[in-house]
């Protein structure tokens, strides 16, 4: 089997993360409990961001001179708890992905899960 790159490597990301924290001494507070519900928090910033604009505005996020900072910091957001819960959980991402996207492909192959028009 060849030597694939991983799909994900968050493993500067893990080590910056753990710096910050160990610096704040909040450690303590990075439970899998407060990670999942903080992670919940930030999607929910996120989605608000999104909450009424029209589907073409929202292709456009990015380059919308209000939302397209906020956006990239909410997706930030997102990313750093939800780093931060694997690596608290001792779930590897590249892992969890790779293994997801093989049933994703098992349970919807290609071919099969065209959108249908009504």
Do not use: C
Not at 64 to 69: E, S, Y
Request: zero cysteines; proline letters at 6%; hydrophobic letters at 45%.
């Amino acid at each position: 089997m060849p030597n694939l790159a991983p799909l994900v490597d968050v493993s500067a990301l893990e080590d910056a993360l753990r710096k910050f924290a160990a610096e704040r001494n909040w450690q303590a507070y990075h439970s899998p409990k407060n990670l999942a519900m903080a992670l919940t928090a930030e999607l929910g910033e996120l989605v608000e961001l999104f909450q009424w604009i029209t589907e073409d505005q929202s292709r456009e996020v990015a380059r919308d001179p209000k939302l397209a900072r906020p956006v990239r910091d909410e997706l930030a957001d997102v990313l750093i708890y939800l780093v931060q819960l694997s690596t608290a959980l001792g779930v590897d991402l590249n892992e969890a992905v790779t293994q997801k996207l093989k049933t994703n492909a098992k349970k919807y192959p290609a071919g099969d899960s065209r959108p249908k028009r009504a």
